[in-house]
């Protein structure tokens, strides 16, 4: 074999490989680095990287690699994951595979079958995914799962090279990954040709985007200088080169390594450089120009093919005798034109600028002669494209480069299909939309491809939709209607209106997608009940949901479910099963809806169905949740969440759930547990709406211990996590945080215009959940502003009677469909009685707020009964019951204390000094005042905490129930209550409750 013109040597760049060499060093410790390395064609990235690679190789690295293609016969989507799959495939042994790959194996392996070899060869018909198909987010997400457990291992280098050429799927993954690691050690580096990018390019917005972050490096490479030029023209042509020659070559290739390299091989082969060829092209085709005629038409034929080429595939299309192309084969590669590439069974150009400048040299009758003998060839035996290439891809290809559209057509069909089922949406619409374009010039199109025109519209605005071009999708949508014959099939017509619906739903137009759903059921024969109903009622069920119109969705939702299971649509049953229960859940708070609920849930589970399984799983535990039962509403978001994990929607639908779990753990005052788990989630980075549910949560915890900056700061990240969604759930939550960290530091007017927006702004049924503890802060807001002014002898503020009247008048219209709704009335009749301020109200202060305290005590729920007892104390001192008083001021800091409320409990150790109430001894206070009323309980020698479980006992609660009301575990409330058995002399508790009612002690 000849000498290569490849420099032996690695030249300058000291720089850049020190700087690179020390996101390696971090990444090693844990911190993960991104850089990107650009330059135009041949300056020198792949050699760079792949030096870093063997420095990282040294440091204990694993390296995985890979590159995108151009996207024409080639054109597979995420071509770089895949490589770097296929590597780690093949470089690791199967067990550990199967460890490394984990949830991720399914998924990865639709990319790639030998990782998960025991699967079915999805034999993938339609070009849509099934109803709930992997989606590309989902495949993101296993990616960062997986990245993470290979990274437990050794460190990771990833490498996703030649970005220029990258398909949208692969540019959402590095974008993804850039914006997701966190903690684990990898490198991510990416390459891209600075000069391929034109003003259009897609890739142009994210550089600039991933630049303004300081965590991402940009290294720009630049041209070698003369010195440097002539190190590489000495290590390759074995001797120091003449000064003559050095500036020759320096002059011809600007500085350009590949240009270099092209021109040591010229002077090598011989060639004067005196006489060098003028254009860049002729230069790299020079050596060409050199070979033998059956050398050089090997090489056209080569590429036409593309970058690389099974040598099956080449020998069948260059269609000569086995010692001529073998002949002409070694020719190519001993003059390293060719190289064997790494399956050892394909060749590929040493270098895309090579292939390029031969493709393009080409006259286009042979290139189009060549195109034809592929697409021939790859039809008669699509194995010879080699194990995993993407034939239907390269079809399509190359029969439009053929200019045979007839073949192009179906070719191009069949390309979309596959592109589906391989997370590339993005590619999937490409490939449909030069459908299209292809239709018209073919007479028998529909014959050809089986479907007809309106159908390739219908499916290119599907893929249009799943790839996020949501506005090309709808007039995709548009004109698929616009071409179905006007008479005929409503069937048809009416599954196009309910995509369309689907996508003006989903861009927040939900009067639109009412009414194109509308039009759509109008269209359905009224005498017969089939899937298409069942799809359209379902459609429409949930854009009357997210219209808000509860009481059509109600009717809309049972109607779906009826008509879902009348014609066997189980999919449609559990969607629309689970819309019922939740509007049902939502507006009566029964259990009629968690049936529904959990109905929908066997049904999608059944059935496979992650991404409905879990939507009931968020509102199963959300309506648990409003109807008090914290408890299931914890197990089950745990559930949700252990299968949002397994499905790659930890990040989507997990966090959600994250943010129910946190939610029902804050209620039952696991503080701790709830703000670990938020945080956890928080770190993993979610987005939008999910990242926001999160970040309430936190900021709620954190406003209650009285953390006020924190809470501050996750308000503002949720904020902008939402941008522009107006949806009640978050911005009556986030406003809720705001006003009682204006309330805690003592700025009850900022908490008043706070509220007061809030309250305008919403209303409907379903905001009264989140409406109720705003008229809550606004009553107590009245309430703090009008006792701060009485403390400093001022005027009562403006307006303050008006609005106490109109937030009571609120209070009044509001229903109270769960428990802790009632608390919330409770709490508003008594701060606004605070607010008045009355020597003598009515209702009585000390009755109020014992109303309140009673409610929140059926409620269960430590935050507001803390501050309810609190309350109450300071009433009770006004009054004169210092009984009541220093036992209200005992639960409320002893409450506060436990669950973390720290400012309540503060507040209720200063109420304590300033009225010289004990917060221990709960005889020292009564001492002070009046003499004890007479106790019934007195001569059995009860604890205090015993005669809380006595008044429980006698309202029948159980041993868990008495738990949750006291804020103990349920083993603590059975020893209790075997010791007060044992003080009553009773043998059951049903007798204890008969001896506590015959005392009058029933709370
Ligand atoms: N620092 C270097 N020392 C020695 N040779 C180099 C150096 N940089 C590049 N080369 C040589 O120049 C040629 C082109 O370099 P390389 O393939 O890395 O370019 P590239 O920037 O990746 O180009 P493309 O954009 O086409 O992928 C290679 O054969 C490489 O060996
Ligand atoms: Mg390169």
Redesign the pocket.
């Known amino acids: 074999m000849s000498e290569p013109i490849?420099?032996p040597?690695?030249?300058?760049?000291r720089e850049e490989i020190e700087s690179l060499a020390t996101l390696l060093r971090r990444a090693a410790d844990g911190e993960p680095g991104f850089a990107i390395v650009a330059?135009?064609?041949?300056?020198?990235?792949?050699?760079?990287v792949t030096?870093l690679a063997g420095q990282a190789a040294d440091f204990g690295f694993t390296v995985l690699a890979g590159h995108c293609v151009e996207l024409g016969a080639e054109g597979l989507p995420l071509a770089p994951l895949i490589d770097a799959l296929r590597t780690l495939a093949r470089t690791t042994a199967r067990a550990e595979l199967a460890d490394v790959l984990g949830p991720a194996r399914r998924g990865l392996g639709r990319l790639l079958p030998e990782l998960d070899p025991g699967a079915e060869l999805a034999q993938h018909q339609g070009a849509e995914p099934a109803a709930d198909g992997l989606q590309v987010s989902q495949l993101l997400e296993l990616v960062l799962g997986l990245l993470g457990r290979l990274s437990a291992r050794r460190p990771l280098l990833l490498v996703l090279?030649?970005l220029h050429w990258s398909d949208q799927s692969t540019r959402e993954l590095v974008s993804f990954l850039i914006r997701s690691m966190r903690g684990v050690r990898v490198v991510l580096l990416a390459?891209y040709?600075s000069d391929e990018l034109n003003r259009r390019h897609p890739l142009r917005p994210l550089i600039a985007s991933w630049d303004r972050l300081r965590s991402v490096q940009h290294v720009e490479?630049r041209r070698f200088e003369p010195g440097e030029v002539a190190a590489?023209l000495g290590?390759i042509l074995g001797a120091d080169p003449a000064a003559g020659l050095v500036d020759l070559v320096f002059d011809r290739s600007g500085g350009n390594?590949?240009l270099?390299?092209e021109l040591a091989g010229l002077v090598r082969g011989g060639g004067d450089p005196a006489d060098l060829p003028p254009s860049l092209a002729d230069v790299l085709l020079s050596r060409v120009d050199a070979l033998s005629p059956g050398a050089q038409r090997l090489l056209r034929t080569a590429a036409v093919a593309g970058r690389s080429v099974p040598d099956k595939l080449l020998a069948e299309v260059a269609g000569v005798g086995e010692a001529e192309f073998y002949a002409g084969l070694r020719e190519a590669v001993e003059s390293h034109l060719l190289v064997v590439d790494h399956t050892g069974r394909s060749y590929a150009f040493?270098?895309?600028?090579t292939r390029d400048a031969v493709y393009e040299d080409m006259l286009p009758g042979e290139r189009g002669g060549l195109h034809a003998a592929y697409g021939e060839a790859l039809t008669r035996d699509p194995d010879l494209a080699g194990d995993d290439a993407a034939v239907p891809a390269a079809l399509a290809h190359h029969w439009y480069a053929a200019l045979d559209l007839p073949r192009a057509l179906p070719a191009s069909i069949a390309a979309a299909r596959h592109a589906v089922t391989s997370f590339a949406p993005a590619e999937a619409q490409r490939h449909l939309e030069r459908a299209l374009e292809i239709w018209p010039r073919v007479p028998d199109a529909a014959e050809r491809t089986g479907v007809d025109q309106a159908e390739v519209v219908r499916l290119a605005g599907e893929a249009a939709y799943q790839a996020g071009a949501i506005d090309r999708s709808l007039s995709l949508f548009d004109q698929a209607l616009a071409g179905l014959p006007a008479e005929g099939d409503a069937v048809r017509r009416a599954l196009v209106l309910d995509r369309r619906a689907r996508t003006l739903r989903d861009t927040g137009r939900e009067a639109e997608s009412v009414a194109t759903l509308e039009e759509a059921l109008a269209l359905l024969p009224a005498d017969q009940v089939t899937r298409a109903h069942a799809v359209v009622l379902s459609s429409l069920a949930a854009s009357l949901w997210r219209a808000n119109d509860m009481d059509a969705t109600m009717s809309l939702a049972a109607r779906a479910v009826r008509a879902a299971r009348e014609a066997g649509a189980v999919q449609q049953e559990a969607e629309s099963s689970i819309t019922l229960g939740s509007v049902r859940g939502y507006l009566n708070a029964d259990d009629a809806g968690l049936e529904n609920l959990r109905a929908g849930l066997t049904l999608a589970t059944d059935i496979g169905a992650h991404f409905t399984a879990l939507r009931a799983y968020v509102n199963i535990s959300d309506v648990l949740e409003l109807l008090g039962r914290h408890e299931e509403a914890v197990e089950a978001a745990r559930e949700g969440i252990a299968l949002a994990d397994r499905v790659g929607l930890a990040r989507s639908l997990g966090a959600f759930l994250t943010g129910n779990l946190a939610e029902s753990l804050l209620r039952l005052g696991r503080w701790s547990e709830a703000e670990q788990l938020v945080t956890r989630a928080v770190n993993a980075m979610p987005e939008g709406v999910f990242a926001a549910t999160v970040l309430q949560l936190r900021a709620e915890l954190a406003v209650m211990t009285g953390r006020y900056r924190d809470a501050d700061a996750d308000v503002r990240a949720a904020r902008r996590a939402l941008g522009q969604t107006r949806d009640e759930q978050y911005a009556l939550t986030l406003l809720y945080a705001d006003a009682l960290a204006a309330l805690g530091q003592g700025d009850p007017a900022a908490a008043r215009r706070l509220t007061a927006g809030g309250l305008a702004d919403y209303g409907g049924a379903m905001s009264s959940r989140y409406v109720w503890p705003l008229l809550w802060l606004a009553a107590r807001a009245e309430a703090d502003e009008a006792t701060r002014a009485r403390d400093r002898r001022e005027e009562i503020p403006d307006g303050a009677a008006a609005r106490r009247r109109e937030l009571a008048s609120r209070a009044a219209e509001m229903a109270t469909p769960s428990i802790s709704s009632r608390g919330y009335r409770a709490l508003v009749t008594a701060e606004l009685a605070r607010a008045a301020g009355e020597a003598d109200p009515e209702p009585p202060m000390v009755g109020a707020w014992s109303a309140a305290a009673r409610a929140w005590q059926a409620a269960a729920e430590p935050y507001p009964l803390a501050y309810t007892w609190l309350r109450l104390a300071e009433a009770a001192v006004a009054a004169g019951d210092r009984q009541e008083a220093g036992r209200a001021i005992r639960q409320a800091h002893a409450l506060a204390s436990r669950v973390g409320a720290t400012p309540i409990a503060e507040e209720a150790s200063a109420l304590a000094r300033r009225t010289r109430l004990s917060l221990d001894q709960p005889d020292a206070d009564a001492s002070a005042a009046r003499p004890k009323p007479e106790d019934p309980l007195a001569r059995y020698g009860l604890t205090e905490r015993e005669r809380e479980i006595v008044v429980l006992l006698a309202g029948g609660r159980s041993n868990p129930q008495i738990a949750e009301a006291l804020f103990i575990s349920p083993k603590t409330a059975s020893v209790h209550v075997s010791n007060i058995l044992a003080k009553l002399g009773v043998d059951s508790r049903v007798e204890a409750a008969a001896v506590a009612h015959r005392l009058g002690v029933t709370g």
């Open positions: 490849q420099s040597v690695f030249v300058g760049r330059g135009e064609a041949g300056v020198g990235k792949t050699r760079l030096e090279e030649d390459t040709r490479l590489q290590a390594a590949y270099v390299e040493r270098h895309a600028l």
